[in-house]
C-alpha cells in the first residue's frame, strides 16, 4: 500500500479560487496534470496512461471555452440538461465531446444516446435497455463503465460489488453498449486510506472480473478520483480521473442549487 503524497488534499474542506481567465484555467490544467505526474512516479507507472477529464458542471461555456483552448477535448457532466444546453452553444468548435458521469434516468437515455461520447455511470439493466433502443435508433454505440459502489453507502449510485460479474454478463445482450470498464466514488473522508481503500476494491474487482469477461468486452478503464483525492486513485490505478473545482473554481453553491428537481447524494468534490 502506498504512503499518502505529500501533494494529497482530501476530499472535503477544500476551497478552490474561482478560474476566470484563458491563463487560470491553463495554469490549473497544469498544475493537476504535474501532480498527476508525481501521483505516477510514487506509483511506478507511466504519466501517458492516466486521462485527465475537466468535469464542467454548472461552469460557463467560455470557461469550457479557456480549457478547449489549453488542449482538452472531453468534458464531464452531471445532467444532461447541460449537455443539452452546452452542445449547440459550444458546436462551432467541431471537436468537442461530452461524457456523461452522473446518474441518469431512463427518460433522459436519448439524449446520452444523440450527444455523449461516453457514459460513466450505468448501473441498471432497465437504463442498458433504454439505451440500447435509443443507440439502435441513433445507429451508434456508445462507450460505457460501470458505476460500482465501493463504499458501501447507500445514498450512493452504482452497483454492490458482489453482483458486478452478474451484471456484466446479461450486458451481452445490449451490442450498442460498449463496455471499458469500471467507475466509482469514493467515500468523502480526512482518513486517507478510508479513501484508499475505495479505490483498492475497484482495482480488485476489475481483477477477479477480468477472467471470465465476455468477449468484446473490456474493462481497462478505471474511473476514480476527483479534485480531493485523484492522487491516491492514481496512485491504485486509476485510467481517468473526473476533476471539476481544481480546474474551473469552487462552485458557489451546492449542488440542490443547480438541480433543486432532485437532492442528489453525491455531494463530493469533483
Known sequence: MNAPGPDLPLAGGMLYPQAETPAEVAANLAAIRERMARACARAGRDP???????????????????????????????????????????????DVEWIVIGHLQTNKAKVVARLAS???????????????????????????????????????????????????????????????????LAIQSADPERVRACFVRLRQLRDRLLPDLPAGMRLDELSMGMSGDFEIAIEEGATVVRVGQAVFGARALPHHHYWPSQQLPEEQVL
Open 118 to 184: 461516453e457514459f460513466q455511470a450505468l448501473d441498471s439493466l432497465r437504463l442498458a435497455e433504454a439505451l440500447e433502443q435509443r443507440l439502435r435508433h441513433e445507429q451508434r454505440q456508445l462507450d460505457v463503465l460501470v458505476q460500482i459502489n465501493t463504499s458501501d453507502e447507500p445514498s450512493k449510485y452504482g452497483l454492490h460489488p458482489d453482483v458486478a460479474a452478474s451484471f456484466i454478463q446479461q450486458l451481452q445482450q445490449f451490442p450498442s453498449l460498449r463496455v471499458k470498464g469500471l467507475m466509482t
Open 48 to 94: 501517458a496512461g492516466v486521462r485527465l477529464l475537466p468535469v464542467s458542471k454548472t461552469v460557463d461555456q467560455a470557461r469550457i471555452r479557456f480549457a478547449h483552448a489549453a488542449g482538452y477535448r472531453a468534458f464531464g457532466e452531471n445532467k444532461v440538461q447541460e449537455v443539452q444546453l452546452k452542445q449547440p452553444q459550444m458546436a462551432d468548435l467541431g
